[in-house]
């Protein structure tokens, strides 16, 4: 942090060498910096909002507590809780895995981590229907025993796994690599067990980029919407998410109530978007 | 608790780390592996430990054979070159960590584990220092915390790689006559790995000399500083002016320079000759053929003791020579001077 007591001496000379020419220039970048970003992130956000109260506060809250809007909260609230727990223990499990140990194919692993994210989520959603489908014989196998996972909610929650595995494991990999496996040497020298070292130990040294993934994750399967519309059938009440809805409403002409779910959404995202400035200055005051 | 090492062999790849290393180390004896970095002393240690398995050979404690014994069986105590304490844990939770995640049937009370720890905090001489962070110590610090650390579970034997490796060189000094007491109070079997040469032989009962995954030597300090086994030896410990050339008749020749050669044989070989810096007698006027002529190219007159780099006159190797103040100032030397050195020692070995 600079002090602010302390004139910026070199910097004013510095600026004052700056010529009328360069201040051009830096001005005219920073106005078309500042237009890009009010035009194309903070008016769509606010026009959200306003859509959404534009018949007034009653009808807003009339639409979000609609039958069907509550069932896609309710659906996306759920998936995601089911979502990021897993990916968090399969992020960890995998992120340890491959840093602790040395195995032939770990660095074509590593590539294939980030095919979710390279996939198109659509292409994520239809290898679920190819395999669970009418389509594939297990397919049919589960369907003839009464297990359907297309167009029903496990299906909903396998396409999000899919789309958002990376986010942990990503953050996890690059941290557990610089900091190596002495602090976990040491800790079983001493004589603790593989488990005891990993709670007292690794886990503390990991937790802060562990809490960054998962809020990365839980936004994405709150919002993924390619991968879970293709799974999903759109079935009003049941096997609608939140985006989902939101589709569906404003395709039937339904705005102020598509812009209402959506408002809960930026918030959800806004929200998450605090809670990581607040993790990043909490770090940095942590590590300095 | 003894320590023996039987035909140990370790190879990563198709390098060969260590090759048939063969050691005993009795019980109490605190031994220092030194070499150069990459002659396989941090590997030795780590096999010791556990922490890495040997291609060959036997790790035996006390006549029970634990090469294939899990870590824990082991019970040794190790201290890394980088501390490895445990960020997220205070000075007094780091060193009470290896008795608190001991099963419950032979965990200590929470009363015995405060007063151990406070017994080796004092050990260390870091009473105040129970509640801090290791981020709010020095250097020499953490790593007397992460010795109490591994002292806390009674180690059988104890480890350290290059324990002072990252400190500087006052501090090291310091730590160093400081583990020489604390070893003689505790007087665990310990191994310490170290590529200081200084340090191994202040503090060490013995030294075992590694170079390319062999041991070259193993002695008492005075052992072996006085009477290396090896060219590689006499070089590596201390500085030494190395002469390249052969033996005839029991007499070392390089260029105009002869001495006598101790060896036995009337073959003609090539030869190695060492001579320390400071064991040089400097003349004005050449005394026999005993005697180089050189030429003085640098003085460094910065203390009780003068470097000098001196070209000899035939060959035109640098030489470098110490000699005291007093002597310097009686011959007074001057920069580009042609004199003439005789050396009072030199070793001599076949090749």
Known sequence: MESTVQPNLPRQAFAARHSLKENVVRWSLITVVLLFFFGFLIIPLVSIFFEAFKQGVSVYLSSIVEADALSAIRLTLFVTLIVVPINAVFGILFAWVITKYSFRGKNLLITLIDLPFSVSPVIGGLIFILLFGQHSSLGRWLISHNINIVFNVPGIVLATLFVTFPFISRELIPLMQSQGTVSEEASILLGASAWQTFIHVTLPNIKWALFYGIILCNARAIGEFGAVSVVSGHIRGMTNTMPLQIENLYNEYQFVAAFAIASIMSLLAILTMVIKVVLENFIKKQTR | ?351
């Open chain 2, 1 to 351: 608790m003894s320590i023996e090492i039987n035909h140990v062999s370790k190879a990563f790849d198709s390098f060969q780390i260590l090759n048939d290393i063969n050691l005993t180390i009795p019980t109490g004896e605190l031994v220092a592996l030194l070499g150069p970095s990459g002659s396989g002393k941090t590997s030795l240690l780590r096999i010791v430990a556990g922490l890495e398995q040997p291609d060959n050979g036997q790790i035996v404690f006390h006549g029970q054979d634990l090469t294939n014994a899990h870590i824990k069986e082991r019970q040794v105590g190790f201290v890394f070159q980088h501390y490895a304490l445990f960020q997220n844990m205070t000075v007094f939770n780091n060193i009470a960590y290896g008795l608190r995640v001991r099963p419950r049937k032979i965990r200590p009370s929470r009363a015995e584990i405060k007063a151990k720890v406070d017994k080796l905090l004092r050990l260390v001489r870091l009473e105040p220092f129970g509640k801090r962070y290791p981020s709010q110590l020095s250097g020499g610090q953490r790593q007397r915390v992460a010795l109490a650390r591994a002292l806390a579970i009674e180690p059988k034997i104890l480890l350290l790689d290059e324990p002072f490796g990252a400190l500087d060189a006052k501090v090291r000094k310091e730590l160093r006559y400081w583990l020489r007491e604390l070893h003689e109070s505790v007087k665990v079997t310990s191994i310490f790995v170290t590529h200081d040469q200084e340090e191994a032989f202040e503090v060490a009962d013995r030294v075992v000399i590694i170079q390319n995954g062999k041991i070259e030597q193993v002695g008492t300090p005075e052992q072996v500083y006085n009477h290396p086994a090896n060219p590689f030896v006499y070089d590596f410990i201390g500085s030494a002016n190395k002469f390249e050339g052969k033996i005839i008749n029991g007499t070392f020749i390089d260029g105009s320079f002869e001495t006598e050669a101790p060896i036995d044989s009337n073959i003609e070989s090539a030869g190695l000759g060492f001579v320390r810096p400071y064991h040089f007698v400097i003349e004005k006027d050449r005394s026999g053929k005993y005697s180089i002529p050189v030429q003085i190219k640098h003085i460094h007159a910065v203390g009780p003791t003068v470097h000098l780099e001196v070209e000899r006159s035939d060959s035109h190797n640098v030489l470098n020579i110490e000699i005291n103040w007093e002597e310097f100032s009686l011959l007074n030397l001057k920069k580009d001077q042609t004199i003439h050195i005789k050396p009072k020692k030199v070793q001599i070995f076949a090749v």
